[in-house]
């Protein structure tokens, strides 16, 4: 996996994850603003790829103060988790570290901590 990147596998097939992670935003209110089908575009030229959907959410309140302190984690922001087939036919879901976006950015130790949310919901999809 490549550095910065945290992942668990899940328990249940991409589309049921997907779908039992938007129910989770929603129930939390935290706002979704979309949902990437990757392999879902990549089929419509013609290509073959596992399921592999990216949900982008956030909380403006937690990731403003970020993105103040640290203009660049725009970049990173909001948050996002992958969800996809390996190889095995086996789902998994993938988040940027809290940690490494501090160190890639250089804000706060603090302010780190308003970014667990993407790891503490796919955690829950185990």
Known sequence: MAAGVQSVAGRYSVDE???RLEFLLKEKGVKLFCVVDHSGEAAK????M????LLIFGNPAAGTPVMLAAP????DLPLKILVAEDEGGKTMLSWNDPAWL????????ELAAKLQAAGMFAKQME
């Open 72 to 75: 660049s984690a725009a970049l």
């Open 45 to 48: 030229v013609g290509l073959t």
């Open 50 to 53: 596992p399921a592999t959907k």
């Open 102 to 109: 501090r160190e890639r950015h250089g804000f706060a130790e």
């Open 17 to 19: 994850t997907v779908a």
